[in-house]
């Protein structure tokens, strides 16, 4: 028998990983989950961009050989020529990336370990996309460095980015297919309730 967990009890069990969970229970947390992650990314996003767009247009205005800014009803671009790291600096970024992704991580971990057992899988199955998504955040500044200097950009790291994002979503769909599975309907070797 499936174990029910109410929405305020995963807040409380968020590093509880024994147990099982049913799918009435899992589905709208999990949906609460992605609004805060989105919630919390945009806090941080917004005004990283914000500031990056704002620096852009600064240069624009002290360096208009180098700076084309195109705009029109519902429309405005800034292109500047030439490699310019500090529009977007490593710091901000690598701080989106771990607030988003250690809140994802933080918020879904215990609740798809105990879905997954609920199946009778092992919860091990939960890490399959994590391999690819960390590959391609760590090589995604590799390939924006490459895109800004003179030569050619290094287009291996743009295809193996592309392979992983691809493998990511393959995996993430295989995920959310066996969380969306029926519970096992008889007591497994992870329990019958929580």
């Known amino acids: ?3 029910i967990v109410t929405l305020k009890d995963h807040f409380k069990k968020l590093f509880d990983l ?12 999990a949906a609460i989950a992605f609004a805060l992650i989105m919630a919390a990314g945009m806090i941080i996003f917004v005004p990283m961009m914000s500031r990056a767009l704002m620096a ?6 002290q360096h208009p050989d180098q700076a084309t800014v195109t705009s029109g009803p519902g429309h405005y671009s800034i292109s500047i020529e ?7 600096p490593a710091g901000p970024v690598a701080l989106y990336l771990a607030v988003t992704f250690g809140l994802a991580i933080l918020l ?13 899988k092992s919860g091990f199955w939960g890490l399959m996309p994590l391999p690819f998504i960390i590959y391609s955040s760590v090589q995604m500044p590799r390939m924006f460095a490459s895109f800004g200097t003179a030569g050619q950009p290094d287009m291996t790291v743009f295809f193996s980015i592309f392979l992983s994002n691809l493998l990511y979503i393959i995996t993430l769909i295989w ?7 029926a519970s096992d309907p008889a007591p497994n070797r992870y329990g019958t309730t929580v």
């Open 1 to 3: 028998m499936s174990a």
């Open 18 to 29: 024994a147990g099982r969970e049913d799918r009435a229970s899992f589905w709208p947390y």
């Open 56 to 61: 852009m247009q600064q240069f624009a205005a």
């Open 82 to 88: 030439g490699n310019h790291p500090e529009f977007m």
């Open 108 to 120: 879904y971990a215990a609740a798809v370990v105990r879905r997954l057992h609920d199946r009778g």
């Open 175 to 181: 995920l959310i297919v066996l969380l969306a599975g």
